[in-house]
């Protein structure tokens, strides 16, 4: 069964800390996405990863994709209360493109 | 990056009637366009797939005949939620292939019903 597994699942950051997102997939798929998601909204396309070794940043965020691993991570570098949101990794589902299994999502609550 | 529109943005309707959402591919023909549910505080699941001019795939466990879908043409799917009952009250987010771009899906600002 293909599965996408995100941790944590919560998270409370003070402002100007640093955190990692993980997120471990069963599946071969080398292409990797990164989502973030306000409350009541739909997805904000943050990373397409797309090889391995793929590393991106945009921002106070960075993600990178292992795929020999099958980890990608979502890397938050001093933290400020806009980053407060939901993330959500998903991958494609059995090399089908656009068809994504997504993780359980990530709530991330930055605080002063 | 590409535009995916969706309509309406939120929608009441009384139980037993029928909803309709459309979902639109504004500069881009969209091979491929895709259904997904969020139920609140939880991830995105797949609904169904569906390609134009053919029949939408649906995953296990969703009903073919309450959730219809049509990809008429390569910029528009609707799906119609039919008899609806507050269970299916829901956040419904569509999203778009085009597969010459072939990097990632493009997502519609959603849709969330509320069944009274």
């Known amino acids: 069964e293909l599965k996408v597994e995100q941790n944590p699942l919560f998270l409370s950051m003070q402002e100007g800390k640093n955190y990692t997102i993980y997120c471990n997939y069963s599946t071969t798929s080398d292409r990797l996405y990164w989502y973030r998601q306000d409350p009541g909204k739909s997805l904000e396309s943050l990373f397409v990863?797309?090889?391995?070794?793929a590393v991106k940043q945009e921002g106070r965020l960075m993600a990178s994709l292992d795929t020999k691993a099958r980890l990608s991570t979502l890397h938050i570098t001093a933290a400020v209360h806009d980053l407060s949101a939901t993330y959500f990794c998903?991958?494609?589902?059995?090399?089908?493109?656009?068809?994504?299994?997504f993780g359980k999502g990530t709530k991330l609550s930055v605080k002063p | 990056g590409a535009v995916v529109s969706q309509h309406p943005s939120w929608v009441i309707c009384k139980s037993g009637t029928s909803v309709k959402i459309e979902c639109r591919s504004l500069?881009?023909?969209?091979?491929?366009m895709f259904w997904y549910r969020q139920f609140p505080k939880q991830s995105l699941m797949l609904m169904a797939t569906s390609n134009e001019g053919s029949k939408a795939t649906y995953e296990q466990g969703v009903e073919k005949d309450k959730f219809l879908i049509n990809h008429a043409s390569l910029t528009l799917s609707t799906l119609t939620v039919t008899s609806a009952h507050p269970e299916d009250s829901s956040f419904y987010i569509c999203?778009?292939?085009?597969?010459?771009?072939?990097?990632?899906?493009?997502f519609g600002q959603g849709t969330r019903l509320t069944v009274v």
């Open positions: 999203s778009a292939w085009e597969v010459t771009w072939d990097t990632e899906a493009f």
């Open positions: 500069d881009f023909q969209a091979t491929t």
């Open positions: 990863l797309l090889s391995n070794g």
């Open positions: 998903a991958v494609d589902r059995w090399g089908s493109q656009g068809n994504l299994i």
